[in-house]
């Protein structure tokens, strides 16, 4: 077996491509679904001799991992749910527009980064790891080949098999005269009025290009004096992309109907020719937060720095000339290395709306959370005192989006909004949705008279304009907002509730895995654990003194607190299970995360395989973890869960000599979240949760459907496929079909 790598001539190091998309292949003896005859991405070297290498170098060498590379295996895993002809084909139109969006996202924050340490004299500089010049080429060379098979997919499979189920995406040459004639109607109504054709000439220098936004370079020459001009029209994002030619299900790009009229902005000059391009603005922008005198201040400044931020890529159609690109490169201040060629329409991301048209037998079948059997008695009748009457009754573990997240988490901060005996309501902020049902009902609260303070992470990436609007918002209403700590995110998902009783002062919690946003809560799978114990409270009126206060608590009673505390709990959990192993007692770790990277824990995981501890690792994304090598993580195996939902949750368990110990809460083993961010996760104590959990961690381990298995090499293989029988659903299906059961118990 060979490892690919990316052969760059003259540079070392070599890189190893974690997964080009041609590593993934079918462990299936009949060749079945095999992605294998997919290309690697680069040229391929003898695969890395890992047995040589120090258990230092295995941790921390650019050659093993590196996090950049290690992002794009995991959207390869994603763009393969688009290649995977069992899936709906409009799930699979969904994937390709999720894998864009991530490319996306991908180039403003990470690529946007290394550009800056481009920018500030690094590249050449011997730092630990890859130079950012070596990075940004590798990762144009990966990005192509993901650019290309996307492409691929799109227009030879994909629209071919949708044409066959009665949906078009049409080119404007083949409609009608009818059709045609209507969106000339159309054009002129909608379209024509809003463009504004920019000359790009001595007298009108290149414009601004908005980040993201699609546009036509348009060539055209003057007949009067037969000079070639050039002009930009940018197509308007307030309109929809895809337009109905009158039909159903047949759609025209909004691109190629102002192309097809262009001559009605240029009246007199003979057009040419125009070319679709779009651009990437940097969203990595350097702040200093020490001396900010005002952090609202500080990030609303970086918002509008991040508007005319340096541009990190351009793509273009593959039809545009040389001449073209080479102005618009020279513009831009782009090397070759930035500019991507693409055969088709740009921005996949805008296909999201085709995905949602009503053809429901090219989808998965619907799913309508159910409501948490604890919460079943609860109607429009219900008083707020009976949910947290619930609560008390004993700890409510709830899993979105198998959970309905109205009948339970917003059910919960409503109630308390509601409730005449809540005196307080403290809760932290991360992302939430446009229009939060969360933020109404502590605004309804603080209007009633309660105290209600909110931490708002105005540093949550993408997510800081809405933020401030909410942070305005609420302290409008009276709300107590603080805005973060210096150098800190606050990445934390939890509530307190302080409720007077017959008995004296109560304290409700919700401690979860993700973000109090119902939009999400029925993409993401998450958890939520919602309890009356009187030590959690007490540790979340610790945790929140010290976000709103000046409080420096080093001591918690159950929660796992960052910076703090987490790491230290969690070195000390392994060192258990490896003293337990090496001793013959039972010892076991399982671990579901996003990613996992602090270099801390994955040289105690290293240790503990060595002691014989089987170890599972379940991580969506990013891991540094190289599982099956003999003598250091024999006893390691690493999977990856892609699928309908976006696995988010984290869980933790350690055998514990029989004793097992569960724990859930916002923290993944990235470095970023235990040193680097305020995070909580809260052991799970009631039995009867903790086999919840199990359940959830068996059903990811057993997973021949969606499950992705990380190779030594570091490259990910399919997991068995299975067409009929257990496990033929998969970890979505599996769990959606349980709660069903469990709910109609």
Same mark, same amino acid.
């Given at each position: 077996m060979?490892? &690919?790598y990316y052969?760059?001539?003259g540079q070392q190091?070599?890189?190893?491509?974690?997964m080009?998309?041609g590593?993934?292949?079918d462990?299936n003896?009949?060749?079945a679904h095999d992605f294998s005859?997919?290309p690697?991405?680069?040229?391929?070297?003898?695969?890395?001799?890992?047995?040589? =290498?120090?258990l230092?170098?295995?941790?921390?060498s650019?050659?093993? &991992?590196?996090?950049e590379?290690?992002?794009?295996?995991?959207n390869?895993?994603v763009l393969?749910e688009a290649l995977?002809?069992?899936?709906?084909?409009?799930?699979?139109?969904?994937f390709l527009?999720?894998?864009?969006?991530?490319?996306d996202?991908?180039?403003?924050?990470?690529?946007g980064?290394?550009?800056?340490q481009?920018?500030a004299?690094m590249a050449n500089?011997? %730092?630990?790891?890859?130079t #950012?010049?070596l990075?940004?080429h590798?990762?144009?060379q990966?990005?192509?080949?993901?650019v290309?098979?996307?492409?691929?997919?799109?227009?030879d499979d994909?629209?071919?098999a949708?044409?066959?189920e009665?949906?078009?995406?049409c080119?404007?040459?083949?409609?009608s005269?009818?059709?045609?004639?209507q969106?000339?109607?159309?054009?002129h109504?909608?379209i &024509?009025p809003?463009l504004t054709p920019l000359a790009v000439?001595?007298?009108?220098?290149f414009?601004? %290009?908005?980040?993201l936004?699609?546009?036509?370079?348009?060539e *055209?020459n003057?007949?009067?004096?037969?000079?070639?001009?050039?002009?930009?029209?940018k197509?308007?994002?307030n309109?929809?992309?895809?337009v109905?030619t009158?039909?159903?299900?047949?759609?025209?790009p909004?691109e190629?109907?102002?192309i097809?009229h *262009?001559?009605f902005?240029f009246?007199?000059m003979e057009?040419?020719?125009a070319?679709p391009f779009r651009v990437?603005?940097n969203a990595d922008?350097?702040?200093?937060?020490?001396?900010?005198?005002?952090?609202?201040?500080?990030?609303?400044e970086e918002l509008?720095e991040?508007r005319?931020?340096?541009?990190?890529?351009?793509?273009v159609?593959?039809?545009m000339?040389?001449h073209?690109r080479?102005?618009?490169?020279t513009?831009?201040g782009?090397?070759?290395?930035?500019?991507? +060629?693409v055969?088709g329409?740009?921005?996949?991301?805008?296909l999201?709306p085709?995905?949602d048209?009503?053809?429901p037998?090219?989808?998965?079948?619907p799913?309508?959370?159910?409501?948490?059997p604890?919460?079943?008695?609860?109607?429009s009748?219900?008083?707020p005192a009976d949910?947290f009457?619930?609560i008390r009754k004993?700890?409510v *573990?709830v899993?979105?989006?198998y959970?309905s997240f109205a009948?339970?988490?917003?059910?919960?901060?409503e109630?308390?909004a509601r409730d005449?005996?809540?005196?307080?309501?403290?809760q932290?902020l991360?992302?939430?949705?446009s229009d939060?049902p969360i933020?109404?009902?502590l605004?309804?609260?603080?209007?009633?008279?309660?105290?209600?303070?909110v931490?708002?992470?105005?540093k949550?990436?993408?997510?800081e304009?809405?933020?401030i609007?909410?942070?305005?918002?609420?302290e409008?209403?009276g709300?107590?907002v603080a805005?973060g700590?210096?150098g800190?995110?606050?990445?934390t998902?939890t509530?307190l509730v302080v409720r007077?009783?017959e008995?004296?002062?109560r304290a409700?919690a919700?401690v979860?895995?993700?973000?109090?946003?119902p939009?999400?809560?029925?993409?993401?799978?998450d958890?939520?654990?919602?309890?009356?114990? #009187?030590e959690?409270g007490?540790?979340l009126m610790?945790l929140f003194?010290?976000?709103?206060g000046?409080?420096?608590?080093?001591?918690y009673r159950?929660?796992?607190?960052?910076?703090t505390t987490?790491?230290?709990?969690f070195?000390e959990?392994?060192d258990?299970e490896?003293?337990?192993a090496?001793?013959?007692?039972?010892?076991?770790?399982?671990?579901?995360?996003?990613?996992l990277?602090?270099p801390?824990?994955?040289?105690?995981?290293y240790?503990?395989?060595?002691?014989?501890v089987?170890?599972?690792?379940i991580?969506?994304?990013?891991?540094?973890i190289r599982?099956?090598?003999?003598?250091i993580?024999?006893n390691?195996?690493? %999977?990856?869960i %892609?699928?309908?939902f976006?696995?988010?949750?984290?869980?933790?368990?350690?055998e514990n000599?029989?004793d097992p110990q569960?724990?859930?809460g916002?923290?993944?083993w990235?470095?970023?979240?235990?040193?680097?961010r305020v995070e909580a996760?809260t052991?799970?104590?009631?039995h009867?949760?903790?086999?919840?959990?199990?359940?959830i961690?068996?059903v990811?381990?057993? +997973?021949t459907?969606?499950?992705?298995?990380?190779m030594p +090499?570091?490259? &990910?293989?399919r997991?068995?496929?299975?067409?009929?029988?257990e496990g033929?659903?998969?970890t979505?299906?599996? =769990?959606?079909d349980?709660?069903?059961?469990s709910s109609q118990i």
């Amino acid at each position: 077996m060979v490892s &690919y790598y990316y052969k760059l001539e003259g540079q070392q190091p070599r890189v190893p491509s974690l997964m080009p998309g041609g590593d993934a292949f079918d462990d299936n003896a009949d060749g079945a679904h095999d992605f294998s005859v997919m290309p690697p991405v680069a040229d391929f070297e003898p695969e890395l001799d890992l047995s040589t =290498l120090s258990l230092d170098e295995l941790i921390s060498s650019p050659l093993v &991992y590196n996090r950049e590379l290690s992002w794009l295996d995991f959207n390869w895993r994603v763009l393969y749910e688009a290649l995977d002809d069992r899936n709906p084909l409009l799930e699979r139109l969904k994937f390709l527009a999720i894998t864009a969006s991530n490319l996306d996202e991908f180039y403003r924050k990470r690529v946007g980064g290394l550009k800056r340490q481009q920018a500030a004299g690094m590249a050449n500089l011997t %730092i630990h790891g890859l130079t #950012p010049d070596l990075q940004i080429h590798v990762i144009s060379q990966a990005v192509h080949r993901m650019v290309r098979c996307q492409s691929d997919c799109l227009l030879d499979d994909v629209l071919p098999a949708l044409r066959t189920e009665g949906m078009r995406i049409c080119d404007y040459a083949e409609l009608s005269e009818d059709q045609q004639a209507q969106l000339m109607s159309y054009f002129h109504r909608e379209i &024509y009025p809003i463009l504004t054709p920019l000359a790009v000439d001595p007298g009108h220098p290149f414009p601004f %290009i908005s980040n993201l936004s699609l546009n036509l370079a348009v060539e *055209l020459n003057d007949p009067m004096s037969g000079e070639t001009h050039f002009a930009r029209v940018k197509v308007p994002p307030n309109r929809a992309r895809w337009v109905s030619t009158g039909e159903q299900f047949d759609f025209v790009p909004l691109e190629q109907i102002i192309i097809q009229h *262009l001559q009605f902005l240029f009246e007199g000059m003979e057009l040419v020719a125009a070319y679709p391009f779009r651009v990437t603005r940097n969203a990595d922008i350097a702040r200093n937060e020490d001396e900010a005198d005002d952090l609202l201040e500080l990030i609303s400044e970086e918002l509008r720095e991040r508007r005319f931020a340096p541009i990190v890529r351009l793509e273009v159609d593959e039809s545009m000339p040389e001449h073209v690109r080479h102005m618009l490169m020279t513009e831009m201040g782009l090397h070759q290395t930035d500019v991507y +060629d693409v055969r088709g329409p740009l921005g996949l991301a805008d296909l999201f709306p085709l995905a949602d048209v009503n053809l429901p037998h090219l989808k998965e079948e619907p799913w309508t959370p159910c409501v948490h059997p604890a919460f079943a008695g609860l109607n429009s009748k219900s008083r707020p005192a009976d949910v947290f009457a619930i609560i008390r009754k004993g700890d409510v *573990l709830v899993h979105h989006p198998y959970h309905s997240f109205a009948v339970s988490t917003q059910a919960f901060i409503e109630a308390a909004a509601r409730d005449p005996q809540v005196l307080a309501i403290k809760q932290t902020l991360y992302r939430t949705s446009s229009d939060s049902p969360i933020v109404k009902a502590l605004i309804a609260a603080a209007e009633r008279g309660k105290q209600v303070a909110v931490l708002v992470e105005l540093k949550a990436r993408f997510d800081e304009e809405r933020n401030i609007e909410w942070a305005r918002t609420l302290e409008d209403a009276g709300v107590h907002v603080a805005y973060g700590l210096i150098g800190l995110k606050t990445h934390t998902k939890t509530t307190l509730v302080v409720r007077e009783e017959e008995d004296g002062l109560r304290a409700y919690a919700h401690v979860g895995t993700g973000n109090y946003n119902p939009k999400t809560a029925g993409l993401y799978t998450d958890l939520g654990l919602m309890t009356a114990s #009187p030590e959690i409270g007490a540790d979340l009126m610790d945790l929140f003194n010290f976000l709103t206060g000046y409080s420096r608590q080093h001591h918690y009673r159950r929660l796992l607190v960052a910076p703090t505390t987490m790491r230290r709990r969690f070195v000390e959990m392994i060192d258990t299970e490896i003293a337990n192993a090496l001793a013959g007692r039972p010892a076991r770790i399982i671990a579901k995360m996003n990613g996992l990277d602090d270099p801390g824990l994955v040289r105690k995981l290293y240790e503990a395989s060595q002691a014989g501890v089987p170890i599972s690792l379940i991580v969506r994304g990013n891991c540094r973890i190289r599982p099956g090598l003999p003598g250091i993580s024999d006893n390691i195996e690493v %999977i990856s869960i %892609i699928g309908r939902f976006l696995e988010h949750h984290r869980i933790i368990y350690f055998e514990n000599d029989g004793d097992p110990q569960y724990f859930i809460g916002s923290a993944d083993w990235m470095t970023r979240n235990l040193s680097n961010r305020v995070e909580a996760i809260t052991p799970i104590l009631e039995h009867n949760l903790q086999q919840q959990l199990k359940t959830i961690l068996d059903v990811c381990l057993s +997973d021949t459907r969606q499950g992705w298995k990380m190779m030594p +090499d570091g490259r &990910y293989r399919r997991r068995r496929w299975v067409e009929e029988g257990e496990g033929a659903g998969g970890t979505h299906q599996t =769990l959606m079909d349980l709660t069903r059961r469990s709910s109609q118990i």
